[in-house]
DNA sequence: CGGCAGGATGAATAATTGCTCGTGAGCTTG
DNA sequence: CAAGCTCACGAGCAATTATTCATCCTGCCG
């Protein structure tokens, strides 16, 4: 056995000494025949590796109730809004919490389904505080090209990543979110080999998606998917955000532009039949996910308590 | 609003911030606008009334909590379980190597003791895994014979063995397990030579024993201790298992017997005042392991997953 | 064979957390 | 309305945990 399992078991053993059994450093390091010191070390370690998952198992009443505001107001079959905390990093690493927590639940389901993943750094974190799943019966599409315009994978990209803790099949789309050109676009979605990851993204069961602002800071942006004109262009058009590259203005509505028209994601309408979950949060998105909501591009939000509240105002 | 309720959510929310936003106390204090120690009550509270789940992501977590499930329905000292792997091969080095560390653990010690082993494969391979050790302030005793009945050393004997790897005084039994009869037996453990050795068996600090069946495959009939007759009788009484030689029933009871009249191994009783472990695993073996930890022939067990769930079983 | 880099170890120390206790505000009750 | 009671609060202190540092061991290369 690898000498890195090996201790990397120990390290298991401690934290589950320490928290499942509630055993001090001391006493632990004294079942293991270790030093304390050494018992520390180990614990840091587990806590490191990500050993170590905590979860909140309590109904704030005031997210509760927010949450069933925006339900309400909008139609949304989930919501679900975790409580703003200190910071954005903070408040972050909450929504990911939760956003992780609903995945697993879903990947839990004995049933085979196909799950649809975005981008988003929201997304990406919560996919590392998933568990290790076995979960074969399960699809796992990227509803979303996978790689940057300069061809290294996105550094936002989830599918890679929830391959390494979950046993499901993973489909990932080796393209670019956003083509040069429509005809690149035509050439790149229509590849033979990834007729099974378009099938599968057409029907996928339920999906997580990120949502993207198109005034700054935007993703696409960022990433280099679109040029400043572009951007500039689509703002005097009306857009406030996007969803897996797809560019809408704030009904809602997808907006008629040559961006659009290079999409390579999968196709996103009004009213989607399965759960489409959008997990994002902060101030800046407040009018991108208002927009999702109010054209309905998802039926599901996963926030935080400030930006739910900046949803229930006007 | 109740005010109880109220009190957990901020419970949570302090939970949420300590825990998802590894926030310290005193921020989470500045945060909400209250004090370090009512931070810490909150903190306190949120964990009494359990909303703070914690898991370890890692086998080694299922393998704690069998283990302490055993620890608890049986009464045991010290129970280990190690992650079933692939194949019988591979859970077998695995239990070796578990209790390899264990033995370590003892010979580490500082203060003078003495170790009983007996025998068997696993504890035969946890000895071939262990490092060389000088530990000349221990002695080491053999709890039964070590020759077969042909006069060859038993290709099981562990005590040979771990006298390559460690510097400790070692004391064999040149016997066989079970004599050809009552007299035999006698006139083996009278030998003035074997006093030392005897007398060190009976005051051994822990003791290292396998766990054998009596039904098919049975070490003792393989080995030739006992004959088909003797077997099949032994099955008639209720014969499950033996440990270094001693058949037992399902309630972990000595049998009466003419085979239990000529074993020649050190005396074994139920509750005993030292550490006992039992190291087995295999399914084989299940009936035999429940008998000997339910009639608490042994304080101590180190198994593999699949056995410690059997083992909880029923 | 010796020297060196890297990692592991334990002691000392710093930081953080948990607990106890006295105080006082607010509530109940006579 | 006052006495008594409860309970939350924060200070201070004890216990526990985290970090730092010097040292040692080990494997590896010259």
């Known amino acids: ?3 890195v399992d090996r201790k990397l078991d120990d390290a298991a053993r401690a934290a589950w000494l320490s928290h499942i059994g509630g055993m001090k450093q001391d006493e632990i ?10 018992a520390q070390r180990l614990l840091s370690q587990a806590h490191a590796a990500g050993l170590v998952k905590v979860r909140i198992d309590h109904p704030i009443a005031r997210c509760m109730g927010i949450a069933a505001r925006l339900r309400e107001r909008y139609g949304l079959d989930t919501c679900e809004v975790v409580p703003s905390l200190g910071g954005p990093a903070e408040t972050g690493a909450a929504v990911a919490s939760a956003t992780g927590d609903m995945i697993e639940r879903w990947l839990s389901s004995r049933s085979s389904l ?3 993943l975005g981008t988003g750094r929201t997304l990406r974190a919560a996919i590392e505080h998933l568990p290790h799943i076995d ?8 509803l979303t090209g996978n790689i940057a315009p300069d061809g290294s994978t996105a550094h936002y990209n989830v599918l890679f990543t929830i391959a390494d803790k979950v046993s499901a099949t993973t489909y990932p789309m080796p393209m670019p979110v956003i083509s040069a050109s429509p005809e690149e676009r035509a050439a790149l979605i229509g590849q033979k080999t990834l007729e099974t990851a378009r099938g599968l993204a057409q029907r ?4 997580f998606i990120g949502v993207g602002t198109i005034a700054d800071p935007a993703p696409l942006a960022l990433d280099g998917f679109i040029s400043t004109e572009d951007q500039d262009r689509l703002i005097a058009k009306g857009a406030v955000g996007e969803l897996i ?9 997808l907006i008629e532009d040559s961006v659009n028209a290079r999409v390579s994601s999968a196709p996103m309408g009004a009213d989607p039949k399965e759960p489409t979950i959008a997990c994002a949060f902060g101030p800046d998105k407040v009018a991108a996910i208002r927009a999702a909501i109010r054209g309905r591009l998802v039926n599901g939000l996963i926030t935080d308590e400030d930006t739910a509240v ?5």
């Open 114 to 116: 196909v799950m649809g």
């Open 204 to 207: 996928t069961d339920v999906r």
């Open 29 to 38: 390091a004294q079942v293991m025949g270790i030093s304390r010191q050494s």
């Open 1 to 3: 056995m690898n000498s």
């Open 245 to 253: 590259g797809w560019v809408f203005d704030e009904r809602g509505n």
């Open 310 to 314: 900046a949803l229930t105002e006007t």
């Open 135 to 142: 979960c074969a019966q399960h699809r796992i599409v990227s």
